[in-house]
Each structure stands twice: as C-alpha cells, then as structure tokens.
C-alpha cells in the first residue's frame, strides 16, 4: 500500500493550493484518510480529516478556509487550502486507516509529504 502526495508549492498569502492523495496497491478498505502538517520546529499537528461516509473534521486555525474531500471510488483525497497565510507553511502529510484483508485489523498508512510554503 502507498500514498502518494502532490500538490504542494508557493504561494502568496491570501492564494489557493490543492492537494491530492492517493491510496494504491492491494487492499480491502480504507476508511479515515486525513491531512496532517508539519512545521518547522514543531510537532506533527492535524488539519483534516474525512470518513469513508463523507463526515468531517478540522482543526480551529482552518475552519473556513480549507475543505477536505474523498473519492471512495479512487481512493483518494482531496484539500482545498483558500486564504493561506504565513503559517500555514508546513509539510503535508497525507494519512489512511488501511484494512489490506478484511480479516486483518486496519493500519494507518502515511504518504510522503508535499511542502506548502506561503510567502510573499
């Protein structure tokens, strides 16, 4: 199972990113995929997360700025980052709870990361 991040760049404050995520391989299920980031200096901190129902979570510092989506048909994910700002640099990591069997309990599976950087 892998998880392949992209979308990631420069961008000035106030501008708009999309990130996408893919989950491939072999497997039975993935349920909760998530978006998390790292900043400079700090711990690996939450910014969204979607169900495999479609519900969703955000931390406080995005709410209404950024939107997560999911297609459960190609098992990817979607963040929609508007009004970026300063502090939303970081690196992106993308998560997924994976059942590779449906006999076998589920994993979270981690992608590779993609750096947003937001600077004038």
């Known amino acids: 199972v892998q998880l392949q991040a992209s979308g990631g760049g420069l961008v000035q404050p106030g501008g708009s990113l999309r990130l996408s995520c893919a989950a491939s391989g072999r497997f039975f299920s993935a349920n909760d995929m998530g978006w998390y980031r790292q900043a400079p200096g700090k711990q690996r901190e939450l910014v969204a997360i979607?169900?495999?129902?479609?519900?969703?979570t955000y931390a406080d510092s995005v709410k209404g700025r950024f939107t997560i989506s999911r297609s459960n048909a190609e098992n990817t994910i979607y963040l929609q980052m508007n009004s970026l700002k300063p502090e939303d640099t970081a690196v992106y990591f993308c998560?997924?709870?994976?059942?590779?069997?449906?006999?076998?309990?589920?994993?979270?599976?981690w992608g590779q990361g993609t750096q947003v950087t937001v600077s004038s």
């Open positions: 979607v169900t495999v129902g479609g519900s969703t």
């Open positions: 998560k997924a709870q994976i059942r590779r069997q449906f006999n076998l309990p589920r994993n979270d599976y």
